[in-house]
């Protein structure tokens, strides 16, 4: 029996990653081999943004078990499909892989920071990391291939999210616009993905040793590029979704052994984990013990690899130029109407136009408008996707508020919200007129089960749609 389960593992997984395999794992191979034979776990997480814990809970329908490591993750039963639901298009929760949640517990966002996620879509890390950001500070999301980036960008606008910058450049154009600029900085770096085999036969179908060398020499240009972008006394986490050394602790060896100004930090998740191994390397580095392997046959999770990077202090002259310091960037009649609009029309609370003007600066692209993070640089030159929160369209001397607007948006900072029954939120999303109160009238935002999901135009007891078309379900 024993040899029938071998033969079928080998004829699915590549016979190169299976005899390395063997060689790294030693007596806990037949374990690991085991874990391919396992159902692969579903996870996801609660929007911090949208709602508490405990809030999240009481609304969710679904049966939940809680990832011992990320404070937002649970596990959920597959065939519940959270994905189908509404409120998966409010943004309540995104799904992700449970061992993928860990790496921005290690990177440990703080609000007020500037942060870097380099190689960030389709958005799992950056939306995590936002959450702990809690809006204050300045997220950028970079993604180098463009349509990676669009999916990035409509996640971001799913969550809720109003201080993060969606990009579209390669690392070395990033290194030259933001020298020493961010106290910390996500490299998810683009690997062979061996720890997603369980999960995706794309990635067994491209894998090949060549592959592998391919990932890890890309993988170290990567790094290059991102050291020259912290600044003195920041943090760096690298981290990839495979088992291979030379792409795992090979890599962080080399990176540390001509970067004498970072060290390897311990941190407290890794009791949940395997630590990373000297011995599979050739030039091992002080410090590789507290790097941090996630195995498939020791935790519920599938593969992956991370390590917290500190370096050293040093001065750092604040040289750059800010969003805020453009001249007239905000006196435009544009943004009047946009201000007039979201104190008028919607009513937003006092306290949360003063974060909106705190945090971010009003900024017209045509005749859109947008709330750019104050911390971030001038935008010209650069391939912005998203150049922060997408608050709406002015429109012939009128201004119409975007569905960005409505998903950041919650029903006790504007004066007028309706909240839908079951059947009302299965039409609007479906685009289509409902009846109201008759007492609305003008812009609503509006709810279901107390999460915002889109804006309606009140009047006549009918509230006309104004979901997005290309996001309505036919």
């Known amino acids: 029996m024993e040899q029938e389960e071998r033969n079928e593992v080998k004829t699915v997984l590549p016979q190169d990653f299976t005899e390395r395999m063997k060689k790294l794992l030693g007596e806990e191979y037949p374990r690991f081999l085991e874990s391919y034979e396992k159902e692969r776990l579903y996870g996801l997480r609660y929007n911090p943004l949208k709602?508490?814990?405990?809030?999240?809970?009481?609304?969710?329908?679904?049966?939940?078990?809680?990832?011992?490591?990320?404070?937002?993750?649970?596990?959920?039963?597959?065939?519940?499909?959270?994905?189908?639901?509404p409120f998966h298009e409010v943004g309540a929760y995104y799904i992700q892989e449970p061992s993928a949640m860990s790496v921005a517990e290690v990177l440990a966002p703080e609000a007020g920071e500037k942060i870097l996620d380099l190689c960030a879509a389709p958005g799992g890390k950056s939306t995590q990391i936002a959450g702990k950001m809690r809006g204050e500070g300045l997220l950028i999301s970079n993604e180098i291939i463009p349509n990676r980036a669009k999916i990035l960008s409509q996640n971001i606008e799913r969550m809720g999210i109003g201080n993060a910058v969606v990009l579209n450049e390669t690392p070395d154009r990033l290194a030259s616009l933001f020298p020493d600029f961010f106290d910390k900085i996500l490299v998810d770096a683009p690997c062979s993905g061996e720890g997603m085999f369980r999960k995706d036969e794309t990635a067994?179908?491209?894998?090949?040793?060549?592959?592998?060398?391919?990932?890890?020499?890309?993988?170290?240009?990567?790094?290059?590029?991102?050291?020259?972008?912290?600044?003195?006394?920041?943090?760096?986490?690298y981290s990839t979704c495979t088992f291979s050394p030379t792409e795992n602790e090979g890599v962080i060896s080399a990176f540390i052994s001509t970067h004498d100004e970072f060290t390897i930090e311990a941190v407290p998740q890794e009791k949940f984990f395997a630590p990373g191994e000297k011995t599979w390397v050739e030039y091992p580095k002080e410090g590789l013990e507290h790097t941090m392997r996630l195995w498939p046959h020791k935790i519920a999770g599938e593969g992956h690899y991370i390590a917290k990077l500190k370096k050293a202090d040093g001065l750092c002259p604040d040289i750059y130029r800010t969003i805020?310091?453009?001249?007239?960037?905000?006196?435009?009649?544009?943004?009047?109407?946009?201000?007039?609009?979201?104190?008028?029309?919607?009513?937003?609370?006092?306290?949360?136009?003063?974060?909106?003007?705190?945090?971010?600066?009003?900024?017209?692209?045509?005749?859109?408008?947008?709330l750019v993070p104050r911390e971030m640089i001038p935008l010209k030159g650069i391939k912005v996707v998203r150049p922060g929160l997408h608050l709406g369209t002015d429109k012939k001397n009128r201004f119409e508020p975007s569905h960005a607007l409505a998903l950041y948006l919650s029903a006790d900072e504007v004066k007028s919200y309706y909240e839908m029954t079951e059947e009302e939120t299965i039409r609007y999303l479906k685009g289509e007129t409902f009846a109201c109160t008759a007492g609305l009238k003008g812009w609503v935002l509006l709810t279901t089960h107390g999460y915002s999901i889109g804006f309606g135009k009140a009047g006549g007891g009918q509230m006309k749609n104004h979901y997005p078309k290309g996001l309505r379900k036919m």
């Open 324 to 370: 805020a310091d453009e001249k007239n960037a905000n006196k435009t009649d544009g943004i009047s109407r946009c201000k007039n609009f979201l104190k008028d029309e919607l009513g937003i609370c006092g306290a949360k136009m003063e974060q909106m003007q705190r945090e971010g600066v009003f900024v017209p692209f045509g005749e859109q408008i947008y």
């Open 204 to 237: 067994i179908r491209e894998w090949s040793p060549e592959h592998v060398q391919m990932c890890a020499d890309r993988q170290n240009m990567i790094l290059e590029q991102a050291a020259c972008m912290l600044k003195p006394g920041g943090t760096l986490v």
């Open 51 to 85: 709602a508490t814990k405990e809030e999240f809970l009481a609304r969710m329908p679904f049966s939940l078990e809680k990832v011992e490591w990320a404070e937002e993750g649970f596990y959920y039963q597959a065939d519940e499909q959270p994905g189908k639901h």
